[in-house]
């Protein structure tokens, strides 16, 4: 069965620090994304990354940095953290054109 | 430019009504067509896709779409819907382009009224 995970459900965070949010997918996909969403403005692509070490900057990638060393690994990094990026996050993969697989998501809230 | 519409922000129906969820898209060619839900709380769970074939597609927990490319649009429906479908509902479109985006709608959220 088709698996993505995320490392927390929950976070809280102080405005400043350093925030990594991971996801790991078993399916062996090319395509990696990290999403944020919030009430009524629907998700909002942050990065993307189609290969590893490669990335592409989505629809607001202000205050956000991502990584990805291995093929099933892709991290969100806030390099400081701040209250207006408490949101859900979700991770999702894809491969090729076929449908795109969702995490559980990361509810972080910044203080 | 792609863009995915669903007009409709939030619907109640009455458990056991029949539910039609609109998206309408934009796009230059033939799309991937996608529906996801979303529970509270939780990650987004593919309900049904469209590549290609048979315009009307059958997906999980009984709904179906249909797609009509004269209106561009792939619009959702069930015969009768129960209270544990309520819920956030996210249409999407997608490229045949293995390295593109896919698009997604603002989302409908479902309430159902007992």
């Known amino acids: 069965d088709v698996k993505v995970t995320q490392s927390s459900r929950y976070l809280v965070k102080r405005t400043g620090e350093k925030v990594f949010l991971e996801c790991v997918q078993d399916m062996d996909h090319e395509n990696m994304f990290w999403y944020r969403q919030d009430p009524g403005l629907g998700l909002r692509l942050i990065y993307f990354?189609?290969?590893?070490?490669?990335?592409e900057k989505g629809d607001i990638p202000e205050g956000y940095s991502v990584s990805r060393e291995k093929k099933e690994r892709f991290s969100l990094i806030l390099e400081s953290a701040s209250t207006n990026q408490t949101s859900m996050y979700l991770c999702a993969s894809r491969g090729g054109v076929d449908t795109q697989y969702f995490g559980p998501g990361t509810r972080l809230t910044v203080l | 430019a792609q863009s995915v519409t669903q007009p409709d922000i939030h619907i109640t129906v009455s458990e056991g009504a029949s539910l039609e969820l609109r998206c309408n898209y934009s796009?230059?060619?033939?799309?991937?067509l996608f529906w996801y839900v979303q529970s509270p709380g939780q990650g987004l769970q593919l309900l049904l896709k469209?590549?290609?074939?048979?315009?009307l597609v059958q997906g999980i927990k009984g709904f179906e779409a249909e797609f009509k490319r004269s209106q561009s649009s792939f619009n959702l429906r069930k015969p009768s819907v129960h209270w544990s479908d309520a819920a956030e509902y996210f249409c999407a479109v997608g490229a045949t382009s293995s390295a593109s985006k896919i698009i997604f709608g603002s989302g409908t959220r479902l309430s159902i009224r007992p």
């Open positions: 796009y230059g060619a033939t799309p991937y």
């Open positions: 469209y590549f290609s074939g048979d315009t």
């Open positions: 990354s189609y290969d590893v070490k490669m990335k």
